[in-house]
């Protein structure tokens, strides 16, 4: 999903990450391949937000999902690998009004307790 820059804001004030810039030569070919997102980057590799699904035990309105959607590829070579989607540990309440709620689990967006 694409985050609005009130959730960007909210992302990075709650999980200390800022996204991929839209002028990152690598957006194209991520938007090819995994759709028009947010994307984050971090030491496991490839990051979105999406909503919690309602299904999911713990489930608020409002919440969002850290996803992990490729992994770093060979060492040193900078290449990601494509993955089944898996949502890491990390929850965060990204409000349109700017608002933090206090939805988050203290994971921050790579799913790391800090």
Do not use: C
């Not at 990051?47 to 996803?67: K, M, T």
């Not at 770093?72 to 990601?80: A, D, K, R």
């Not at 990390?90 to 203290?106: Q, Y």
């Amino acid at each position: 999903m694409k985050l609005n820059d009130a959730q960007v804001a909210a992302v990075e004030r709650q999980a200390q990450a800022k996204p991929l810039t839209d002028d990152n030569p690598a957006m194209g070919q991520l938007i090819e391949i995994f759709g028009d997102h947010t994307f984050y980057a971090d030491s496991t590799g490839l990051l979105v937000f999406e909503l919690v699904p309602e299904h999911v035990q713990g489930y608020e309105p409002g919440l969002y999902a850290v996803v992990q959607v490729a992994e770093w590829g060979e060492e040193g070579t900078g290449s990601m690998v494509p993955i089944e989607p898996k949502m890491l540990g990390g929850v965060l309440r990204l409000d349109d009004d700017g608002e933090d709620g206090d939805g988050s689990n203290g994971d921050d967006a790579d799913g790391e307790d800090r």
